[in-house]
């Protein structure tokens, strides 16, 4: 991550075919700076709040600290920037891209909505992913996913055109009209994806794609993994159906930079690894933490909790088309690659002017791995179990809260992780006594 150094924006520059003035570059360049690099030094004796974690959960509650009560927050985080796994950037090629995967907002919360209108400018836009799969004939299709009836009629040869049609058509392959109708219960993940998708889609699409995101097969997940595994059952073609869709228009970090940065009572600091300098944090009434419950009382001799985590493979291509693949995302659930999927920003509706045009394009092959940064956890009985013993030991740690995705051992959407944060904020920020 180049910060700050002479040669920023220089893909910018080589992508516009001229110099960009100083005015421009200095827009462009990431608000993060030296000052948020001195670690323990020139802080404050004391905060109301020490925050650890500057993504989506520790952000929302530094800034509602105080703009609704008027609380200092410092907020450290391990990493070298802040948002989080919302973090992006402009590449040496002047592409915007995040470094941690593919992120698109969407939500059904007007709260949500409301917040992150203070922040950002946002740019409407509708994700549409496809999946390169065979067809019952062995050839090769790009289908939409998540499964319509574009999906089936190309995969399968058949002619669906209503509802009703895709409705017969999944429930003929469906386990529920043999095992008992509305008594049947999917035992596992395995069962729960049937029952919603059918056999032959399942197969398809479902059960190598999962064995290559979890190292396990759909049967060895919790059937709740799979309860809201997306169908259409008419033509719609979007991956998600919140009513609210949209990117950011000058990128998520910058969101970021206008929650945390532009605010005198919240204090950052990063590359600044909590367990490295606990002991030497200022006074504070309260510490948040965000990051995850089993690194936090990794003393009391448990064992971890179990994560996925994700590694990025990066190409840079000049296709004859000027883009690699024909959408942002593409799926790959079949077993021949050991990818999941591969990202292409270039199609991203918040890109730069002149992006489209250039010449070049950047990929990202995507695969799923169980060492990394922790991203999924892996909803399983023996997790689920363990979290509770964490749950139990934070809900009597003196002097500390526990929140968001990696603190509750739960995946959170972008729009989940900020409501999560608002409510937590409600329930045990605002209702505490302040000095």
């Known amino acids: 991550i180049v910060i700050n150094e002479a040669e920023e924006g220089k893909g910018e520059e080589l992508r516009a075919g001229k110099p960009r003035d100083e005015e421009e570059i200095a827009e462009a360049r990431h608000s993060v700076g030296r000052e948020e690099f001195r670690g323990m030094n020139g802080l404050e004796k004391k905060y109301n709040l020490v925050i650890v974690g500057a993504g989506l959960s520790g952000a929302v509650v530094a800034e509602r600290a105080s703009k609704l009560l008027g609380l200092k927050s410092l907020v450290i985080d391990k990493r070298d920037h802040i948002a989080g796994n919302c973090y992006d950037y402009l590449d040496e090629h002047g592409i915007r891209t995040s470094q941690y995967g593919c992120h698109i907002f ?15 400018e946002w740019i409407p836009y509708e994700h549409r ?15 939409p996913m998540p499964p319509n009836q574009q999906t089936v009629n190309m995969l399968f040869h058949e002619n669906i055109t209503s509802k009703e049609e895709m409705v017969d058509w999944l429930d003929k392959r469906r386990p529920s009209r043999e095992t008992g109708g509305e008594g049947y219960r999917p035992r596992n993940g395995e069962e729960m994806a049937i029952s919603r998708v059918g056999k032959e889609l399942f197969e398809m699409l479902i059960k190598p794609y999962t064995k290559k995101q979890w190292d396990k097969y759909p049967k060895e997940l919790d059937a709740e993994v799979f309860t809201r595994l997306p169908y259409r059952e008419d033509r719609d073609d979007r991956y998600f159906d919140d009513p609210w869709q949209n990117l950011p228009k000058d990128g998520y970090t910058k969101m970021f930079e206008n929650m945390l940065l532009k605010d005198p009572k919240i204090t950052v600091r990063v590359s600044t690894d909590y367990f490295k300098v606990v002991d030497s944090l200022p006074d504070h009434d309260l510490l948040i933490f965000t990051g995850p419950i089993d690194a936090y009382f990794a003393s009391k001799g448990l064992p971890k909790l179990e994560y996925r985590s994700i590694f990025w493979e990066k190409e840079y291509l000049e296709p004859a088309a000027k883009t690699f693949q024909p959408a942002w995302v593409v799926n790959y659930p079949e077993a021949d690659v050991n990818w999941t999927r591969i990202s292409e920003y270039k199609h991203a509706p918040n890109q730069p002017a002149g992006v489209k045009e250039y010449p070049g394009t950047v990929v990202y092959r995507e695969y799923s791995t169980d060492v990394g940064d922790p991203y999924y956890p892996v909803p399983n009985k023996r997790n689920k179990e363990l979290y509770l013993k964490y749950q139990a030991m934070a809900k009597t740690e003196p002097g500390v809260k526990f929140v968001g995705r990696l603190a509750s051992y739960k995946y959170f959407n972008m729009d989940q992780a900020i409501l999560n944060a608002l409510e937590f904020f409600d329930t045990e920020i605002e209702t505490l006594r302040w000095p």
């Not at 969407?106 to 950002?120: A, I, P």
């Open 106 to 120: 969407h939500t059904k919360h007007d709260r949500v909505k409301e917040y992150v209108q203070q922040y950002s």
């Open 129 to 143: 992913v496809i999946a390169k799969a065979r067809d019952i004939d062995g050839k090769t299709k790009f289908v």
